[in-house]
Every structure is written in structure tokens, then in C-alpha cells.
């Protein structure tokens, strides 16, 4: 029989969708499953990136230019403008989703047996993107005990070899909702500049910081021109994960011309969706203030919820919409799967992340779930209550 090829068979399922037929038996079964497992809000997608898709008249659906339209990567580079992030069109690439910004990034600027150091917990597809160009991840542990917060200098530094190429960080953190501080950018600046090293940030959060933090991006630093690499996606911002955009941001020339031969390949992002996404850009900044204060009080809710479980230990997220928490079992995994397939409350249950999948240690987070706050308070409630019985039940 022929056989599949070694990074075929390296390749990690995602901690996220791997629960999914056990969601789906308990439904099946009449069970009510709340999903705090994925990142997909229930806010609305803003009306004005809708009707730009149902009201075109369009005639020929052709292939949109391998970069993006000019018109959407000009609008976008204004959007960046009003955030303090001063680029042109010709600094941007759309591509289909964020993820294909990461596999073109990670592509441009590495070689098979080359090393990329990333803080974990990271989002689980880091590892998939780099095992799929042959490339070593290499973690520096971050701790719930301090929130996730940028681990040492040090730490970073005894890292380093030859093989490096570059630091990638989500900013803020899927899935630890940690915001990164000017003072921890900073750092980071120092030694990637220092080593000569690519610096990538995921900043697709970046509208979503609470408690009066602001976003720190690595695009708006002096003396990162030549190594910020900024990957962006319009999925979280307007609550249109299926629209399948994201950009590619960098000031780094040679880079950017890189990235185009691997858009090129691929032809094009989705016309309609491209359409849809420049549309959003006239999205008024109230629709973001309602939706921050929303998520804000979900965290809230989730973290003062979860707080009262005994042997429980949550991290407090500053952005992003998600959170880590610590329970007092061994193998969350095996509960996440229990939960589902064993277990209900009032003929209802809940769906987890198993934190395990967000780190390359073997061993780390073991004992953490990834919960996602994309349901509204009372349902977040409900879910917590939920856990909390489920605890009880499982440890018995």
C-alpha cells in the first residue's frame, strides 16, 4: 500500500474539532451541547458587509488580484491608519483567511529544519503550519500563575541557534486572552533586531482589550521595519469567520514580494468575500464599543463563575475572548471526551478545549481547558454550572 508522507502523519488534529463526533452522538441523544470549544462569536456580522454581497451586480464572479483588490488593501491600510499602524496597499496581501497569511509567512521565510520560538500555549495551527513547511516549533513556557505574560528575556535568548528564524506571538493571545504590554513589545524588538530575526504577530484580537488596555501592534514600532511580519483576518473583527479573509502585513519589501509568489500560485482570495470585507471596513466604531462591553462582561461573568469552584484556577484574559482555566482533575482530555459522551445535567452539557493541544511540550496543560466566552451571560452561567457538577461527578 503507498504510504503517507511523514509530515502527513506528524500533523496534529486540532484540539478543537477532534471532540466534534462526541457533540454530535450527545446531540443526537436530545442532549443540548453549549460550545465554549470554538471561537466563533454570536455577535452579528455588521448588516453593511452583508448587503454588499447580496446587493452587487456583479455579472462575471472572476478571479480578484493574487494581493487583493487595490481598492480593499487602500481602504485597509486607512482602517490601520486609525489605529496608529501608518502603511500603504502595496505593504498588504489578502489572503484566504489568517491562516494562509501564516502559511505564506512561515513559507517566505524559512527552509525545511529551520526553528520558529513561539510563547505557549499558542494557537494549535502554529504547530500544523510549521510541521507542514518542516519546520521546528520551539516553545518558551509562559505561566498561568502570572496571567501567560511574555516569559523572560532570557528564556528567549538561550533559545536561540542558527537554525531561528523568527519569534511568533498572538497579540492578544489565543488561547490565553493575554495582551501583550508597549514594555514587552519593546523586548521583543530588542532581540529580534538583536539576533536579526523575523518577528511575527497574529493580532487578529486586536479590537478586543478590556479594562481601558490598548493594543500595542509591532507594526507601529520605529526599527522593526525590516522584521515585523503582522497577520491579520477580518474573522473575529466582524464576527465573519466564513468569509475566509486575512491579510499579510509587513514595511520588509523582499518579504512582501516573497509572500506574492505563493498568493500567485494559489490565484486569488474569494471575489465575494473580498467584497464583503471591504464593505466592513465602514463598520462605525459603536458597533465595536457594544460589542468590547459585551465581551467584557462575559469574561466577567466566566472568570467570577468560575472562580467559586474549589481546586479551580482561571487566568484573567485582558483581551481576545477567551480563557485558560486549571482544574482539579489530571487528564482534561479524557473529562472534555467524558463530559459529552457520559455526562449531562438537566439533559444539558458543554463542549471544552483541551488545553493539552495548545502547547508542543509534551505534558503541559494537561490539567487546562480552553473556554471560549461566545455565549451570552445566562449561558455562561449555565455552563459554568454545568462544569461545576460535572467536576463533582467525575472525580467520584
Not at 477532534?18 to 470549544?37: D, I, R, S, T
Not at 502585513?249 to 486569488?268: C, G, H, P, Y
Request: aromatic content about 10%; some cysteine; glycine content about 6%.
Amino acid at each position: 500500500m503507498p504510504s503517507i508522507s511523514i509530515k502527513g502523519n506528524s500533523m496534529p488534529q486540532s484540539p478543537i474539532r477532534k471532540l466534534v463526533p462526541y457533540a454530535e452522538n450527545a446531540k443526537k441523544k436530545g442532549v443540548k451541547v453549549f460550545h465554549l470549544n470554538i471561537g466563533q462569536p454570536d455577535i452579528k456580522t455588521p448588516k453593511v458587509a452583508l448587503d454588499a454581497v447580496k446587493n452587487n451586480a456583479i455579472k462575471v464572479l472572476s478571479y480578484a488580484r493574487s494581493e487583493g483588490s487595490e481598492t480593499y488593501r487602500t481602504k485597509l491600510a486607512n482602517y490601520y491608519a486609525n489605529n496608529d499602524i501608518h502603511i500603504k496597499a502595496n505593504n498588504i496581501i489578502a489572503t484566504t483567511g489568517g491562516s494562509e497569511a501564516l502559511l505564506f509567512t512561515i513559507g517566505s521565510i524559512t527552509d525545511p529544519g529551520d526553528e520558529i520560538i513561539i510563547p505557549e500555549p499558542f494557537y494549535a495551527n502554529y504547530n500544523g503550519f510549521s510541521i507542514a513547511s518542516g519546520v521546528k516549533v520551539v516553545p518558551v513556557i509562559s505561566s498561568i500563575d502570572d496571567n501567560f505574560a511574555l516569559p523572560a528575556i532570557d528564556d528567549f535568548e538561550k533559545l536561540i541557534t542558527p537554525k531561528t528564524k523568527a519569534i511568533l506571538i498572538c497579540n492578544p493571545g489565543n488561547p490565553t486572552g493575554y495582551l501583550y504590554s508597549e514594555e514587552e513589545i519593546q523586548k521583543l524588538k530588542q532581540i529580534v533586531v538583536k539576533h536579526d530575526l523575523f518577528l511575527i504577530a497574529d493580532e487578529v484580537y486586536r479590537e478586543f482589550t478590556y479594562d481601558g488596555e490598548k493594543h500595542n501592534s509591532v507594526m507601529a514600532l520605529e526599527g522593526l521595519e525590516q522584521h515585523a511580519i503582522m497577520i491579520d483576518s477580518v474573522s473575529k473583527r466582524y464576527s465573519m469567520c466564513g468569509a475566509r479573509i486575512g491579510c499579510i502585513v509587513s514595511k520588509n519589501e523582499t518579504f512582501i514580494n516573497t509572500a506574492i509568489k505563493f498568493a500567485q500560485a494559489r490565484l486569488s482570495p474569494p471575489t465575494y468575500a473580498l467584497l464583503a470585507s471591504e464593505a466592513a471596513l465602514d463598520t462605525p466604531q459603536s458597533y465595536f464599543d457594544e460589542v468590547i462591553e459585551e465581551y467584557e462582561e462575559r469574561r466577567n461573568t466566566l472568570v467570577s463563575e468560575l472562580q467559586k469552584i474549589d481546586g479551580v484556577k482561571v487566568a484573567n484574559p485582558k483581551g481576545a475572548f477567551y480563557c485558560i482555566a486549571e482544574l482539579p482533575i489530571e487528564n482534561s482530555e479524557d473529562f472534555a471526551q467524558w463530559i459529552l459522551e457520559k455526562f449531562n445535567h438537566n439533559n444539558e452539557t458543554v463542549m471544552v478545549a483541551p488545553a493539552g493541544g495548545f502547547y508542543s511540550t509534551k505534558g503541559e496543560g494537561k490539567n487546562q481547558v480552553r473556554i471560549a466566552y461566545v455565549l451570552n451571560k445566562t449561558d455562561l452561567k449555565r455552563c459554568v454550572e454545568i462544569i461545576k457538577f460535572a467536576l463533582e461527578q467525575y472525580k467520584n
